[in-house]
């Protein structure tokens, strides 16, 4: 860990070389957290033998998942700023979205200047309405950025407790999520510009899970929330 973290902490061997960069931190993460977890994750069964302590493997799952989408969020975030602080977005589509939400932050819901007609019109993103509170808050291109980062990064939770109930094993569920965080489609989409299928795969992550799990609450809410991600995604 000493040895990566000098290079880690110059910002030229990330513009150089960034997925080798975030894949290194994560591992270094991942070695930290599990040599700072207490060892009691052995115990004697009744048979005498010894088999490992079920809560123990949680809490060291829960730690990895959660650098995993950490590491995911804060680095897509901060890349994708740095990208348009380059110029290296454009009009299509973070300008249409952007000038999206700037009208409907000033009422004039879902207009866009750059389409020349109502966005609705186009596509029907009524799950904009969840973001715009925060775009109102911070109205830059950039809280769009993060915020997609930060959504796509989400969804690999919802699918560890799927992948976990249907393969009963924590670091099965934690294997599929990290495929999920390093897929180069999933990746590739992070960082294109913004969309609002940003919102899809953590609302249909959690529909699937709550079919599995029975639960008609979260089935409802994630379900209504999907389709207003946009018309395709009925």
């Known amino acids: 860990v ?11 061997v990330w513009r150089a070389e960034p997925l080798l960069s975030l894949a290194v931190a994560i591992g270094a993460a991942v070695f930290v957290s599990w040599t700072l977890t207490p060892r009691r994750d052995v115990v004697a069964d009744p048979a005498g033998k010894n088999s490992a302590d079920p809560g123990q493997t949680k809490l060291q799952v829960a730690i990895l998942l959660g650098v995993l989408i950490a590491s995911y969020a804060v680095f897509v975030g901060l890349a994708t700023v740095r990208q348009h602080e380059l110029l290296e977005t454009r009009a299509y589509d973070l300008g249409i979205m952007e ?25 029907t993103s009524f799950i ?22 930060l959504l796509i990064a989400l969804a690999a939770w919802p699918l560890f407790l799927l992948a976990r109930k249907l393969l009963r094993s924590d670091w099965a569920g934690l294997l599929v ?22 919102f899809a795969p953590v609302l249909f992550f959690a529909a699937a899970y709550a079919l599995e799990t029975r639960s008609k609450a979260l089935l409802w809410s994630s379900t209504v929330l999907l389709l207003l991600v946009k018309e395709d995604c009925a």
């Open 177 to 198: 999520a990290a495929l999920y965080l390093f897929q180069p489609a999933i990746q590739g989409a992070s960082f294109y510009d913004f969309h609002e299928l940003a």
């Open 99 to 123: 000038n999206v939400f700037w009208h409907t932050s000033e009422g004039r819901f879902f207009a866009s200047s750059l389409e020349g007609r109502n966005h609705l019109g186009v596509h």
């Open 128 to 149: 904009y309405l969840l973001l715009a509170p925060v775009f109102l808050l911070i109205p830059r291109p950039e809280t769009l950025l993060v915020a997609q980062a």
């Open 2 to 12: 000493a040895f990566v973290l000098p290079p880690l902490g110059t910002p030229a």
